[in-house]
């Protein structure tokens, strides 16, 4: 079994800055694809970034390209998004989530992924 537990939200003004943390355990973290997803009311989860499993490449949604940078520290099994120039439209819960597959290339599909954190909630005041 996989345990992943997010840290790091908050409320935030716009423009401002974030770093979230996602804690793993259970498996070997080195070995599984990762990625963030974000969820506001009333809308569907989305993605937000994803990192291969040796964190050679990442892949980024439109609307955080050049804002957000995911990275992992394999040996403290700890996954990271570094949130820069907040907006409003950031706000949401914020969700870790590790792929099922070993040796798994970043995705920015839902479905790849088998193990979901609890979620952190970020809110971007203007």
């Known amino acids: 079994q996989v345990q992943l537990v997010e840290s790091g939200g908050g409320l935030v003004q716009a423009g401002g800055s974030l770093r979230l943390s996602c804690a793993a355990s259970?498996?070997?973290?080195?070995?599984?694809?990762m990625g963030w997803f974000r969820q506001a009311p009333g809308k569907e989860r989305e993605f937000v970034a994803a990192?291969?499993?040796?964190?050679?490449?990442?892949d980024y949604a439109d609307s955080v390209k050049r804002r957000f940078t995911i990275s992992r520290d394999n040996a403290k099994k700890l996954l990271y998004l570094q949130m820069n120039s907040l907006k409003p439209e950031d706000t949401g819960a914020y969700y870790c989530?590790?792929?099922?597959?070993?040796?798994?290339?970043?995705?920015?599909?839902?479905?790849?992924?088998?193990?979901w954190g609890q979620g952190t909630q970020v809110t971007v005041s203007s």
């Open positions: 259970g498996r070997t973290f080195s070995l599984y694809a």
């Open positions: 990192i291969s499993w040796s964190g050679g490449s990442a």
């Open positions: 989530a590790a792929q099922g597959r070993a040796y798994s290339g970043d995705s920015p599909n839902a479905f790849a992924y088998a193990y």
